[in-house]
């Protein structure tokens, strides 16, 4: 009897938990985003939502605006026009900074290039947003979870210590990666983060983010030219052209469209390899 | 209503049994793991009552299995999968430009020249004003001053900063001396020379020498310095973690110019009056001692009150210049080098001017 009831509260809880954060369908809403500079228009009419939980890719050629666009929904460049809502809230129009600084919390950013900071070393770098929000958290605690944040992202045991410049291209990706989840953040952004890593390197970032994303329950907004990151990890892909976002789906989906710039994105060469690998793989592990 | 992380216990026969309540979040953590630390043994650990958990909470938890070999009961498949992924851790057709006639060419750049200059000076003020908005705000938040940062900075643009200046002001104090005595001598008024060096020194020359080699100095290593955090992005990150650079970065530089200028201007002043006094004791046959008395006699107080008051307005422009011209930089690493130049052009020619104002406006108040 009280086995039964203890076994409802745990599904009740296990459902309350595999919808988090709750309430929040869509974690970013964007509509009608204009972003402009001087006469040169970025996005026009950009609309795109992001659903909680999910893996969304963003592809696009060069130049089509999507670093613009993760800065313009992480508030670092104020849009022309539009309105962008990160779970209800539209950054320009909070006033408060308690708020703002609340909104920020929920969300980690990994820069291109890591952006970690040259003068902090890599552990020191994840505990800069602990000690901005919690100030009260003792060292030792700071310590141990500057430690398995390092383990986490799959990091040498030895890397804590060294400074950025230290480190190599890879290396400094994954603490880029660690800063950002240092709060345990809900909202994952990420910008290439494969981009500059060899093929090796660039698989196990692609299994890492995939796997993080699984245990942590996390929404990742991910911006990637690597046709291989976009099989191995996103549940849905957006494509960014025309100004706009002009498909958004899985990639069987967005195959069933005919624009021609996804098809020659998903079906040139590079496009054909990584589908044909990503079946090899399926049909391999089908077998075994 | 939104419930903080908890925890009651009960003893049993091997240690404590703990029951977590609540958010086990980060967010919500509050006292919990001191609380923990206190307690003696603990045999098992039960997660069927919290609400929700983060990898902060799940390390607590895996802490606690760790340190007392406690057992793991209720947990949901989410902090099941949270436990284990802890569980083995730690340890870019045009080639040519339009060519246009020389007239045209040369009234273009004027026109941008000027235009570039009155931007900057809107820009320095506007600067400036934002950091005095930036102090408003840190000051009602009631967030300390960042002390560490600041002090760091008195090592860089003071302390390493004296054997060059104090050098400097001593070779200066040697050649107003000469040159000094060399003119006054034909009228048989060496000893005016003292007047000349004491005065000068202390009231002018020591603390402008000190502004310009500061700024050569420390503002060119302010706009170097953020520049680079610029281009690396740095900036940016601050920003999205919600650390305001104005506050990290800028406030503790101009903090530390404008403490450090009053201290090294009144150096350099002893230091060049130190080096007039050697001219004039192996030149002039003036002994020290007549030197310093005469010194007394004729150097007034306000004198010095004057430097007191220039200095930290000195301060606070280098300091203002320097940071401003690095937080204009964007896109590469050359900007980074042109913004450093301009930024120690603008300090000093910025300082002269003040420094002219400043001597007819004490002139004026009958400060001689």
């Not at chain 2, 069927?48 to 902060?56: M, Q």
């Not at chain 2, 607590?60 to 989410?78: F, L, W, Y």
């Not at chain 2, 070779?171 to 000893?191: K, S, T």
């Not at chain 2, 030149?283 to 020290?288: E, H, N």
Request: glycine share 10%.
């Amino acid at each position: 009897m009280t086995d039964e009831i203890q076994a409802e509260i745990q599904e009740e809880l296990a459902a309350a938990e595999a919808v988090r954060p709750e309430k929040f369908e869509f974690a970013i809403r964007i509509r009608g985003l204009k972003n402009q500079f001087g006469d040169a228009v970025i996005h026009e009419n950009l609309d795109l939502d992001v659903r909680s939980g999910e893996i969304l890719g963003i592809v696009g050629g060069s130049g089509t605006g999507k670093s613009v666009l993760l800065r313009s929904i992480v508030g670092l460049q104020t849009p022309t026009e539009g309105e962008i809502e990160v779970y209800g809230k539209t950054l320009d129009a909070i006033t408060d900074q308690e708020e703002s600084r609340d909104l920020r919390r929920r969300w980690g950013v990994m820069f291109q290039g890591g952006a970690l900071f040259s003068t902090l070393s890599v552990a020191e770098n994840i505990q800069v947003p602990l000690r901005e929000y919690y100030p009260r958290l003792d060292q030792k605690l700071l310590d141990e979870i500057a430690a398995y944040k390092v383990s986490m992202v799959g990091l040498p045991p030895d890397a804590g210590p060294k400074f950025p410049a230290e480190l190599s291209g890879g290396m400094v990706k994954r603490a880029g990666l660690a800063r950002a989840l240092a709060l345990d953040p809900a909202l994952l952004f990420l910008d290439e983060p494969t981009a500059g890593l060899d093929p090796i390197g660039a698989a196990k970032f692609d299994e890492l983010i995939r796997e993080l994303a699984d245990t942590m329950g996390l929404t990742v907004f991910l911006i990637t030219h690597d046709l291989d990151s976009l099989y191995a990890t996103c549940d849905r892909v957006a494509v960014l052209a025309e100004k706009r976002v002009i498909a958004v789906g899985t990639i069987p989906e967005l195959l069933a469209t005919e624009h021609p710039w996804i098809q020659d994105y998903f079906n040139g060469p590079r496009g054909r390899a990584a589908a044909s690998c990503k079946q090899a793989i399926e049909r391999q592990d089908g077998k075994s | 209503m939104v419930a903080r992380a908890d925890f009651d216990y009960s003893d049993g026969a091997n240690g404590a049994a703990v029951r977590f309540t609540g958010r086990l979040t980060l967010a919500r953590l509050g006292d919990v793991p001191a609380r923990l630390d206190e307690l003696g043994p603990i045999e098992s650990i039960d997660l069927s009552g919290i609400e929700r958990i983060d990898t902060v909470g799940a390390w607590i938890v895996t802490r606690t299995v760790n340190e007392h070999g406690a057992k793991v009961v209720g947990a949901s498949p989410e902090a099941e999968r949270l436990l284990e992924a802890l569980k083995d851790d730690k340890s870019e057709y045009r080639v040519h430009r339009d060519r246009r006639s020389a007239i045209e060419r040369m009234l273009d750049q004027v026109g941008t020249a000027s235009l570039a200059i009155w931007r900057e000076l809107v820009g320095i003020i506007d600067f400036f004003g934002a950091m005095i908005v930036a102090l408003g705000i840190q000051i009602r938040a009631r967030r300390r001053l960042r002390w560490h940062a600041v002090v760091t900075r008195f090592q860089t643009v003071g302390v390493d900063a004296l054997p060059i200046i104090g050098l400097m002001s001593f070779l200066i104090g040697i050649v107003i001396a000469q040159q000094g005595a060399v003119q006054l001598e034909q009228f048989g008024l060496e000893v005016f020379t003292i007047n000349l060096v004491g005065r000068a020194s202390l009231r002018e020359l020591g603390l402008l020498m000190t502004a310009i080699m500061v700024a050569g100095r420390s503002g060119s290593a302010f706009a170097a310095q953020i520049g680079t955090m610029k281009l690396t992005e740095e900036v940016d990150a601050m920003r999205t973690i919600g650390v305001s650079p104005m506050e990290a970065i800028v406030l503790p530089r101009v903090a530390a110019s404008t403490i450090t200028m009053p201290l090294l201007g009144f150096y350099a002043s002893i230091c060049a009056i130190i080096g007039g006094g050697v001219f004039c004791w192996v030149g002039l046959d003036i002994p020290p001692l007549t030197y310093v008395q005469r010194l007394r006699e004729i150097i007034p107080m306000h004198d010095f009150y004057i430097m007191l008051i220039k200095a930290p307005v000195f301060g606070i422009l280098i300091g203002v210049t320097g940071c401003y011209e690095g937080m204009q930089v964007r896109q590469n690493a050359e900007e980074v080098g042109k913004r450093t130049t301009s930024a120690v052009v603008a300090a000093i020619f910025l300082v002269i001017v003040l420094d002219a104002f400043f001597a007819v406006f004490f002139s004026s108040l009958g400060w001689n």
